[in-house]
């Protein structure tokens, strides 16, 4: 215990008092224009991939657990494809495929084209790591999605179909939302995982926060500081992605236990209110204690 | 002009899982307003062939019919057309059920689990099913649950929750897959006077089931199975006090 802390210690001071590290220029940084547009880009990736993961996924899941063959062994194909190859060269994939189809179309099959568009217009930098990293996410979306999908008691669907509802209605209903519970959890180490995951968008010239950050580098040679810039900004995303799957989790516990645990802001604002308290039942006694 | 049809008919129901034969060729009658009981050792089938006639279970040989429909398919000319999923579900609003572990939804409060069915299946505006939610469960004794989960409540009250859900889509048939097996003694009784309850209403019902004094009481006709067959049926106060063949006397002997 000792050991740890004076080794803490030691380390930062010598970090707080090294000028390698020069602070001012990281602090300068963190607040930097080009910076802070950086991770609003990041914030968009994330939630639009994500977002696209989370659809496809429940939606590959439910396709999956289809009595239907076609259906379900369309979905496993998919899996398959997407987590079998890495995400990188799904990345330069998409970003590269205008030299395949140099032009897209749209209209008759072999008949009468109406919209003619060059994917180049479309598929922008941005487009292609939404569309590749939310392409990739569902297909492990979809795990985690049919793994909440199995642990729902077979009951609760017997008894919805019983009643009358239809297979998606089961699903969407009563199915699904008790899911969630199982869901959930993985679904925030993805979407933190994801949040790191489009700094590849550094290889194909993006504009989120690490390519941004390296772009500044590039000119001012300050490689470390920008990356401590960056580092404090992922950190402080994932932190607020922390307290959002924190209040997610708490609405989909709904009836599961009898009484939900207080909230860190209930929990304060009752430690408050139980200090006062306790200040007011124990005053009489303090006559009787001796100060030191 | 001919009698009405029978609420349930099935003439040689089959059914296997794998290589298992569950039900080797059942077939009886259930009329309008009948109770009928089914009792036998567990494995017997008995569970399975319930849950064929709201088509849980497809059969693999036979014919079933719930009021004049057969079940899970259409005949055109002489051949079977499987139903499609949508209308296997209009059917199957038509006939309650009610499980051994009560199945309610935990996300949703007892008045909720009520009202789920009526407002998405049969698109009751909210107003009503509210008020029809609430007057079915104070029919089963719990006013005062209306807004309780179900982990909040005993199992003979979620089991009556139960109860008023399927009675909320005004079903015609009522089946009940040993809905006291899974409760405390002490609460078995509550249950069982709902079910009375809707009996006396007229309610066609058929109660797989372990309670001899209900079968006894309640009900009009009683169906002993045992292997995947119906070994004797008749009168319940008959068949429970002079049961003519060796295996319901030797079934009879270890549960009275």
């Known amino acids: ?292 | 002009m001919s009698a009405p049809a029978p609420m349930v008919k099935a003439e040689g129901v089959h059914k296997r899982f794998g290589r298992l034969e569950v039900l080797r060729g059942i077939s009886l009658e259930v009329a309008r307003g009948e109770v009928m009981c089914i009792i036998g050792p567990s494995g017997s089938g008995k569970s399975t062939f319930l849950r064929t006639i709201n088509h849980l279970e497809k059969i693999n040989r036979g014919r079933l019919w719930v009021d004049g429909d057969l079940v899970g398919y259409v005949q055109r000319g002489d051949k079977l057309h499987e139903l499609r999923d949508g209308d296997v579900s209009k059917r199957r609003a038509e006939i309650g059920m009610v499980f051994q572990r009560f199945n309610l939804f935990p996300h949703k409060t007892a008045l909720e689990n009520v009202i789920e069915a009526p407002r998405l299946v049969r698109g009751v505006a909210k107003g009503t099913a509210l008020g029809e939610a609430t007057a079915l469960l104070e029919r089963v004794g719990l006013a005062d649950k209306l807004e309780s989960y179900p982990s909040q409540l005993s199992g003979g009250q979620q089991q009556r929750v139960a109860i008023a859900r399927a009675l909320a889509m005004k079903p015609k048939l009522m089946l009940f897959d040993e809905p006291t097996s899974a409760l405390d003694p002490e609460l078995v009784g509550d249950v069982l006077d709902v079910m009375r309850d809707l009996a006396r209403d007229g309610m066609t019902m058929i109660v797989v089931t372990h309670e001899m004094g209900f079968a006894r009481e309640v009900g009009d006709s009683l169906v002993f199975m045992d292997e995947g067959v119906i070994v004797e049926a008749g009168d319940p106060r008959e068949v429970l006090a002079r049961p003519r063949e060796p295996r319901t006397q030797a079934f009879l002997s270890k549960v009275l």
């Open chain 1, 1 to 292: 215990m000792v050991i740890v802390l004076v080794l803490a210690v030691s380390v930062g001071h010598s970090v707080a008092t090294n000028p390698h590290f020069q602070w001012g220029q990281i602090g300068h940084f963190l607040f930097d224009g080009r910076i802070t547009a950086g991770v609003v880009t990041t914030i968009e990736l994330t939630l639009a991939a994500q977002a696209i993961g989370v659809v496809l996924g429940i939606l590959l899941a439910v396709m999956r657990l289809s009595p239907n063959p076609v259906v379900s062994g369309g979905s496993w194909l998919y899996v398959w494809f997407f987590r079998g190859t890495p995400v990188l060269v799904q990345l330069l994939f998409w970003y590269n495929i205008a030299a395949l189809f140099p032009s897209l179309n749209f209209g008759v099959p072999f008949g009468p084209q109406f919209i003619h568009i060059s994917p180049n217009s479309v598929i922008t930098g941005f487009m292609t790591v939404v569309l590749g990293l939310g392409l990739n996410e569902g297909a492990y979306m979809s795990e985690i999605v049919r793994a909440g999908i199995i642990s729902v008691d077979e009951g609760q669907g017997e008894a919805a179909l019983s009643l009358g509802m239809t297979r998606l209605q089961t699903m969407r209903r009563i199915v699904l939302p008790q899911a969630m519970r199982v869901i959930l959890p993985p679904t925030g180490n993805e979407t933190i995982s994801m949040l790191k995951t489009t700094s590849l968008a550094y290889v194909i010239a993006g504009s989120d926060l690490l390519s941004v950050s390296q772009n500044i580098a590039a000119a001012n040679y300050e490689i470390m500081q920008l990356l401590f810039v960056a580092s404090i900004w992922y950190l402080a995303l994932t932190s607020v992605l922390y307290v959002g799957q924190y209040y997610l989790e708490r609405y989909y516990a709904r009836g599961s236990s009898r009484e939900l645990p207080p909230t860190p802001l209930q929990r304060i604002r009752r430690g408050i209110f139980s200090v006062r308290h306790d200040a007011l039942a124990t005053g009489p006694l303090d006559i009787a204690r001796p100060h030191s």
